[in-house]
Each structure stands twice: as C-alpha cells, then as structure tokens.
C-alpha cells in the first residue's frame, strides 16, 4: 500500500457510502410495496406491467453501475487495509456472519432430507440420483456443506479481528467456501420455474448471489494474499451493490413479517438470515479496510 496520506472516517470512501445510503433508502420501501401489491406469493413474480418495476430496475442498475465507475475510474488510489490491528466491527460482523451461515446450514440440509424423503421414481427421474440434481437436492447439499465450511471461516476472521491476531493470510483454501457457497445457492435457485418476462424475487436473489460472489472473491484473494495486488478497487466497486441487494432481499421480507402480512412472501424465499448477515460484513469490510489515497498506489 501506497505510503501517501490517506482519508480517514466515513469520508473516505465518499461515494461508496451514499450509494448504499441511497440504495437502500429507495429500493427497500419500493420492493415492500412491490410484494404487498403486484407481487404473486404462489410464485414471486410480477402480476403485471407496473411502473415500479422499471423504476426499480434503474435503481439497481445505478447502484452496480455508479459505484463500478467510480471504483474504476480510481483503481489506482483505493487502498485496502491488510496489516493486523483490532477491528471489532469487523469481527462481531463476521460472527454474525457465522451464526446466520450455520443457520444456513441447518435449513440447507432440512431441504435436501425433505427433497430426498420425497423421491418416486417418474419418466423423467426415474433414478435416486437423476432426481436428486435435478430437483435441486444436490445443490441444497452442497450450500449446506460450504456453508458450514463458510461458517468456520469468518468465525476464524472474527476471532483475528477481536483478538488483533495475525497470520489470516495463511488461510488460504477456506477462504473459497464463501465463494463456493453463493454458487451453490445459485444453482439451487436455477432449479426453479421461472418466468422472465415476470421475474420477481428469483431475478433479485440471483443477483444478489452474483454481486456477493464478485464481492467475495477479490475479498478472498485479499485476504489469502493470493494474486491480491490491484483487486482493492473490486473489493469496493463489488462490495456497495453487494450491500443493497443483499438488503433489497433481506429487509423487505423482514418489514412484511413484521407487519403481519407474511402469506404473501414466497415460500421457496423466506428471510434468510445470512443475507442481511452479508450486508452487515460487507459494509464492515468498506468502512474498516477500504480507504482513498491521496496519490496512486505503486
């Protein structure tokens, strides 16, 4: 990292903040009315043409666009944190992250025992194993898996972070899991019936799953110092819209639980805990590592 002065505080990753900020201040309220009133809980998708969805869509796409230019444009001075030091934050967040990962882990595996409980032979599965890829239990098992492997991880993060220990960068081969973890997730989710002239909640899970993973990865190689030079930028560019849609996800479910009106969620997408779990580690790992220097990195 570069030895020129760096801004410190929440101002120094400026924009990064009030995209989040903004993100989540428009988009959250917006998808709440989109589930309560256009939105089909048999099957998540849109009941019809609507003007807020094509507002929506333009939101999402400035919060992944907006922070992608901003980041690239100035690659060259986002710094990223890597040298030990106590960063509670960072470390009660990735605990969390852990704890929703295990719950992840528990509902994952129940899936998989419900899909594989279940099997009758028909034409098109007539095998155990023919039916369990395709309707998704291998899949199931397999986010069940790394996401106890993900667990580990970040409650081995938690505890550098906490206990200012060094060496995090020794861990190198778990810091894939999360990354494996959300592709998993991803393919579970390719198992369902889709629509994409009406997708709801499968087309923003699906992206969230795949601004994690592009946020998770340059992260890993940070974290590992594994071909790691240059990928500040991503961690940041990645990490912003990882935050919103994470939370474009989470908060919504969570505000029509609490209203009462829970029968008009999806059943196949439920709260997920880890997600909101995400969003908390990601926006840790912005404010605690992310910075901007006042001359580029060399």
Not at 20 to 26: D, F, W
Not at 138 to 143: D, N, P, R
Not at 277 to 285: K, R, S, T
């Amino acid at each position: 990292m570069s030895n020129a002065s760096e801004k410190k505080g929440l101002g120094k990753i400026g924009l990064f903040i009030y995209v989040i900020i903004a993100g989540i201040i428009t988009t959250v309220p917006l998808r709440v009315y989109q589930i309560l009133n256009i939105t089909e809980p048999e099957t998540g998708f849109y009941t019809g043409k609507n003007f807020t969805i094509t507002i929506m869509y333009a939101l999402i796409g400035i919060c992944f666009v907006l922070p992608f230019a901003y980041g690239l444009k100035n690659k060259k001075m986002i710094t990223f944190s890597d040298t030990s030091g106590l960063r509670i934050f960072e470390g009660v967040a990735a605990f969390i992250f852990a704890a929703a990962l295990i719950y992840d882990v528990v509902s994952s595996y129940n899936v998989f025992i419900s899909l594989y409980e279940n099997f009758a032979p028909t034409s098109e599965m007539p095998t155990m194993s023919t039916y369990l890829n395709k309707s998704g239990a291998m899949a199931s098992l397999a986010q069940a898996i790394f996401a106890l492997l993900s667990a580990m991880y970040f409650a081995i993060i938690g505890m550098y972070d906490i206990k200012d220990k060094k060496g995090i960068s020794k861990i190198k081969l778990p810091a894939l899991s999360p990354l494996v973890w959300c592709i998993a997730r991803i393919i579970h989710r390719f198992m369902r019936k889709i629509s994409y002239m009406k997708v709801g909640d499968l087309f923003f899970e699906l992206m969230m799953l795949a601004v994690l993973a592009l946020f998770l990865l340059p992260l890993a190689q940070k974290f590992a110092d594994v071909d790691g030079k240059g990928k500040e930028w991503k961690v940041a560019a990645y990490g912003v819209p990882a935050v919103v849609f994470c939370l474009i996800c989470f908060l919504p479910r969570v505000i029509v639980t609490v209203i009462g009106k829970s029968d008009m969620l999806l059943s196949s997408s439920p709260i997920e805990f880890c997600d909101g779990a995400a969003a908390l580690f990601a926006i840790a790992v912005l404010l605690g590592r992310i910075g901007i220097s006042s001359s580029e990195n060399k």
